[in-house]
């Protein structure tokens, strides 16, 4: 979201309030971006996630993998037992192609 006070890329809120994340980091004393960083919180707002999105969604998963791997290996943090091993199979072939479990 990019607005006159706001400029990030990513959010994870509820009712209460917004982490807004971003990662387009540029590269010391140039306008590159450097890829090799991870999003960081840019922005915390007091308004709910609803006022700058319109269909939030939940976080089902927290895949996880350590720095230099092309590809998740880790499943973190699941919302119910098992859904991930369920639900893979719906996954776009693009995200499969990031995960290795």
Do not use: H, W
Request: proline content about 4%; some cysteine; overall charge neutral.
């Amino acid at each position: 979201m990019v607005t006159r006070d706001n400029d990030f890329e990513m959010a994870t809120g509820n009712e209460c309030g917004v982490i807004g994340y971003d990662s387009r980091i540029k590269k010391k004393e140039t306008q590159i971006v450097d890829n090799t960083k991870a999003p960081i919180p840019t922005t915390l707002l007091n308004n709910p996630i609803t006022a700058y999105c319109t269909r939030p969604q939940k976080i089902m998963f927290i895949l996880q993998k350590y720095e230099g791997e092309s590809t998740y290996n880790k499943l973190f943090y699941e919302i119910k037992k098992d859904l991930f091993q369920t639900e893979k199979e719906f996954f776009s072939d693009e995200l499969k192609k990031l995960i290795t479990m």
